[in-house]
């Protein structure tokens, strides 16, 4: 067993941490051939920094299209629809929040991290009970699909460190604040951002000063290490 699974598996448990090559993981994603990714693990690894504290979230940096727009995978993907390329990198160690696309998205992830997921189908009635998250441990250099009908946010850390991840998705995804006044259909309400439906759990202020729904209920699950 991985060490450092076996570690965060011990220091919390109050939630089960699958590993990411787990079968539970197929409900969430797929794990992609990381081969293909080199040059943009070495572009985050020398050309980013983790932030003193927070998340800094970059939405698409041209630089990143440059060194994986032509790839295989990419394309297998999304078919070939105009993509941003982007990473995440930070300090977060809480659930805070949970959010779907209508499309899949690519995390490369250049450190190790945990993923905190849940599915579409779990939110009742407009809520949701955080005891529905599932964790996966995602190693260093690993990269993933996260399917549209997986419920995600930010990577937790797991080293001082801190986490880098690469985020990859339809071109306009996360950029712009939107109204979700008028919009119709099941989860209309939680329209956040362009491409971004958003559920807020009522610890996460940040999101409620910004008027996120907070529509998650019971713990802000956290990840210990």
């Not at 078919?79 to 995440?88: A, I, K, S, T, W």
């Not at 300090?91 to 929040?97: E, F, Q, T």
Request: hydrophobic share 35%; with cysteine.
């Amino acid at each position: 067993m991985n060490e450092m699974l076996e570690n965060l598996r011990v220091k919390n448990p109050h939630i089960q941490i699958h590993s990411v090559h787990d079968p539970e993981f197929s409900r969430f994603g797929e794990v992609l051939d990381v081969s293909e990714f080199g040059d943009l693990i070495r572009y985050l690894e020398l050309h980013t920094t983790v932030p003193s504290v927070g998340n800094e979230y970059v939405p698409h940096r041209a630089e990143l299209g440059d060194l994986v727009s032509d790839l295989s995978v990419i394309h297998n993907t999304f078919g070939r629809v105009p993509l941003e390329y982007g990473y995440v990198n930070g300090n977060n160690s809480k659930l805070n929040a949970l959010e779907f696309h209508k499309s899949s998205e690519i995390n490369v992830c250049v450190t190790p991290l945990v993923l905190l997921l849940a599915h579409i189908e779990d939110i009742d009635d407009s809520t949701f009970h955080s005891s529905k998250v599932t964790a996966f441990y995602i190693p260093q250099n690993t990269a993933i699909e996260v399917y549209s009908t997986t419920l995600h946010f930010s990577p937790c850390k797991v080293t001082d460190s801190g986490f880098k991840c690469a985020v990859i998705l339809p071109y306009g995804t996360n950029m712009e604040f939107v109204s979700a006044k008028g919009n119709q259909g099941k989860y209309g309400k939680f329209l956040f951002k362009t491409n971004k439906w958003l559920l807020n759990h009522p610890e996460n202020t940040r999101m409620v000063e910004l008027n996120a729904i907070s529509a998650i209920h019971g713990e802000n699950i956290e990840i210990y290490y």
